[in-house]
């Protein structure tokens, strides 16, 4: 993917996130089981980072279950930064936490994490909104180099062409005026249609092409699931460890 390609889908959504911030937190109030089976394989202390963290729901179950350490939570999003700061610090005042705006699509985006290393690292839902291959092994690197020697990189990647509804929620290219060829296989435009409707970028992830951003960052891969909607197949978990 050329750069100019991947700046478009950036912006694309960057203006996603910003138009829709409430009404996709809204359709967030709860966790998915895949991520409740996470949180339970947590240490119950130790510090950890959560990228993307959206409106602060993981914060909040966190908070809830007397978690220590310390979490630090980044998203790029302004509108689900504030959201998380109100829901986390208004419930849960006891629990050490701090959010940070961090854009990871940008060159410098680490500068905002306070702290390294990290006993653990999630990245829930995020890495299929990053185009390119490059920018998602540039971010894999920074990631691995905020861990501790012991530490875990916890992510899931959304698996929606398990889901004969979801695929019809695929749209043209031409709808932003792109031509297909510039994207790379497994790049989709998706509709958003709650509170208005939207398009945004998602790359559709396999087993081997995450095998091979494992092996060309430091990690090899641990745990693998699926989980979460109907069929029990909607999120592609895994854990990958130094």
Known sequence: MDTATTQRLINLNRQFYQTFALQFSATRQRLQPGVRRVLESLPKSGRILD???GNGELARTLAHRGQGGQYVGVDFSPGLIDEAKQRVEAQSPGFTCQFNQAD???PAWEGAIPGNPFEIVLALAVLHHLPGRELRIQMLRKVRRMLTSSGRFIHSE???????RLRLRIQPWEAIGLDSSLVDPGDYL???RHGGSGLRYVHHFSLDELAD????TGFHVGDSFLSDGEGGNLGLYQVWEI
Do not use: E, T
């Not at 959304?158 to 004969?164: A, D, G, I, V």
């Open 190 to 192: 998706m509709d958003w």
């Open 104 to 106: 990871l699509a940008a």
């Open 51 to 53: 990228l993307g963290c």
């Open 213 to 216: 951003m494992a092996q060309n």
């Open 158 to 164: 959304w698996q929606f062409l398990n889901s004969p």
